[in-house]
């Protein structure tokens, strides 16, 4: 059965700290798909990365960074330096391949706030 | 490229009352995808049409339907509404982020709103 884990349900930090938001996941699928999307108070769920089992690379966009690990089941999320317009809610996700990878199994979120 | 649209955005109806939400992919995209989400159960899915037909489906009693049309539009049903239902519906419409089929994400539309009375 496949599972995703966000610990952290709420976290405020001041603006210009680095934050990092934790994903664990479980899954019997050898191949893979990891997701987080970004949830403003508007609702919609903004696309951030996606990351495919068959590759570890980890990825930097501007002030976001994607550490994923295998032998750990982790694919955790920075924001360096954050900004107040980085308040939201943070979705990781993962979807299977056995399945056609297109439902998506949600963790439940992590709430970032970050305060001026 | 218009991203996903959701009509109505807000909806308030009352027990054993039946709703109809739309959803527009965006153009180009085949597969459409519909999310439940509440505070208790957090996001779900609940089914997944592509080109008119339902491929997958979540784990959701029969009062809640959906269909897609020839143009990718689709459609959730939910008949004899019960309080739990109260959610942000959120549909998403899939297609490449880069050149390779496996590069296929889900993009989100605003969602429904939908309170039950």
């Known amino acids: 059965a496949q599972k995703v884990t966000q610990a952290q349900t709420e976290i405020s930090v001041v603006e210009k700290e680095d934050v990092t938001l934790d994903c664990v996941y479980e899954?019997?699928?050898?191949?893979?798909?990891l997701f987080w999307y970004k949830q403003p108070p508007s609702g919609e769920l903004v696309f951030l990365i996606r990351?495919?089992?068959?590759?570890?690379q980890n990825e930097i966009s501007g002030r976001y960074s994607w550490n994923f690990q295998k032998s750990t089941s982790s694919f955790n999320f920075t924001i360096t330096a954050s900004q107040v317009v980085d308040s939201a809610v943070y979705f990781c996700?993962?979807?299977?391949?056995?399945?056609?990878?297109?439902?998506?199994?949600f963790g439940t979120g992590t709430r970032l706030t970050v305060i001026p | 490229k218009a991203g996903v649209t959701q009509t109505p955005r807000y909806l308030i109806k009352t027990r054993g009352q039946q709703v109809t939400l739309s959803c527009s992919p965006i153009?180009?995209?085949?597969?459409v995808s519909w999310y439940q989400q509440t505070p208790g159960q957090g996001l779900q899915f609940l089914f997944e049409?592509?080109?008119?037909?339902?491929?997958n489906k979540g784990n959701f009693p029969g009062r809640f339907s959906g269909r897609q049309f020839s143009n990718s539009r689709s459609e959730m049903n939910v008949s004899t509404l019960e309080l739990g239902d109260s959610a942000l519906y959120l549909c998403?419409?899939?297609?490449?982020?880069?050149?390779?089929?496996?590069?296929?994400?889900?993009?989100f539309g605003p969602g429904t709103r939908l309170l039950v009375l």
């Open positions: 049409y592509f080109s008119e037909t339902q491929r």
């Open positions: 998403a419409s899939r297609g490449r982020t880069g050149g390779a089929r496996y590069q296929e994400t889900q993009y």
């Open positions: 899954t019997r699928d050898t191949t893979y798909y």
């Open positions: 996700a993962l979807s299977e391949a056995v399945t056609g990878a297109n439902n998506l199994f």
């Open positions: 990351r495919n089992s068959f590759d570890e």
């Open positions: 153009s180009g995209h085949r597969s």
